[in-house]
């Protein structure tokens, strides 16, 4: 006679997790945690999300311009338009002259920006290494040498706008160091490479302290260690100081991507409106919003926006941006990880247990 079992295992029971009794003080977590920081965010929502709403509103809206017919009179309403006002940049592109050659201008603006971010990011993240590599060394007058690089960062860009603008004035400081009359005000590419000596002048010291809070977290040990087994200044660089400082220095390379692809008043204040080579987006949206055209504004501000977004999602999901940089946030996110593996591991093993248990037959 065969007859099938169904038996368990003993050795096989499921094994019951004890759940741990939460604290409100405990971990900074839970409800407690909720509460303190409920009024930031009620801050925030009143300060970014109701005007991205607003926005988003306004972007499928028109201004309704020239004599409505049915009234004669100046027409004072908007129109629904729905995607007009974004599809308007390919349907009905306003076509300037710019580094990039003839095209739409918001698609010359979006040039701009990404050269601008790619260019200024680049070298002021090669001066902010080198400078705090030069901070963190010992020497005499270290801590006025800190303070007196923060001063082109808290200098007001306007006023460093204006400043500049002083400089590469066709007679000023700059055509009389190299001898030449080059017109960098102008639209040319010269007003580009302006505007990024200027915004690298004022902003890389921001990447230099930054990193410089990373190399000090680095014990010199380490360093004493690699200097024993023979290792060079380069070696020691490479393989020692960029990967325990990468935590900080991808964070400041992360706000300055932000901050650049959002530049405004440097290149306007610098350089002036109406300049194609050096036209952001920033620019154009104000631009549109000055002729009243409040769609189109919207529009504009909303393909930055969304721009932004994408970039940073890159940094912090690809590059790994510690943008929060909790240690104890982090510590709990990895164990939640760890029981979240360990108990899909046991089900795996409890599920195979018992299918080879019901599945298996003896004879009597």
């Known amino acids: 006679m065969s007859q099938g079992a169904t038996t368990t295992l003993a050795g ?14 405990s971990d900074g977590q839970g409800t407690l945690a909720g509460i303190l920081i409920s009024p930031t965010m009620l801050v925030i929502l009143f300060v970014v999300g109701i005007p991205i709403i607003l926005s988003l509103r306004e972007s499928v809206f028109r201004k309704n311009t020239g004599v409505d017919p049915a009234t004669g009179m ?15 940049i390919f349907a009905n ?4 002259v710019g580094a990039w050659g003839t095209m739409d201008r918001l698609i010359n603006s979006f040039l701009n920006v990404t050269f601008f971010t790619v260019v200024c990011v680049g070298i ?43 400089i590469f004035d066709s007679a000023g400081v700059m055509n009389k160091i190299l001898g030449q009359d080059i017109l960098w005000l102008a639209d040319n590419r010269y007003s580009q490479w302006a505007v990024i000596v ?31 087994d023979g290792a060079n200044a380069w070696q020691q660089f490479v393989r020692i100081t960029l990967p325990m400082v990468k935590p900080a220095l991808v964070v400041a390379v992360l706000f300055r991507t932000l ?24 620019m154009f949206a104000y631009y549109e919003n000055n002729q009243l055209r409040y769609g189109s504004a919207a529009a504009y501000s909303l393909v930055l926006f ?32 760890r029981q979240k593996r360990l108990a899909k591991e046991e089900g795996r093993k409890v599920r195979l247990a018992t299918s080879t248990i019901t599945s298996g037959g003896y004879q009597s």
């Open 12 to 25: 096989t029971t499921p094994p019951v997790t004890e759940k741990r009794k939460k604290n409100l003080l």
């Open 93 to 96: 592109p306003t076509n300037v």
């Open 124 to 166: 002021e993240t090669v001066l902010g290494v080198a400078m705090a590599l030069i901070m963190a060394r010992a020497f005499r007058g270290k801590g006025f040498v800190r303070a007196a690089i923060l001063i082109p960062w808290a200098i007001p860009t306007i006023v460093s706008a204006r400043m500049w603008g002083l």
């Open 198 to 228: 200027a915004d690298t002048w004022k902003t890389a010291p921001f990447i230099g302290l930054l990193t410089l809070a990373g190399l000090q977290t680095i014990p010199s040990e380490v360093y004493e260690a690699a200097r024993v």
């Open 259 to 282: 901050d650049t692809m959002r530049m405004f008043d440097l290149p306007y204040g610098m350089i002036g409106q109406g300049k194609y080579f050096v036209e952001t987006i920033s």
């Open 306 to 337: 969304v721009y932004i977004v994408l970039v940073a999602f890159i940094f912090v999901k690809l590059l790994g941006a510690d943008v929060i940089g909790d240690d104890e946030t982090r510590a709990l996110s990895e164990q939640r990880k």
């Open 74 to 88: 100046i027409a004072d309403t908007e129109s629904f338009v729905g995607l007009q006002n974004f599809t308007d």
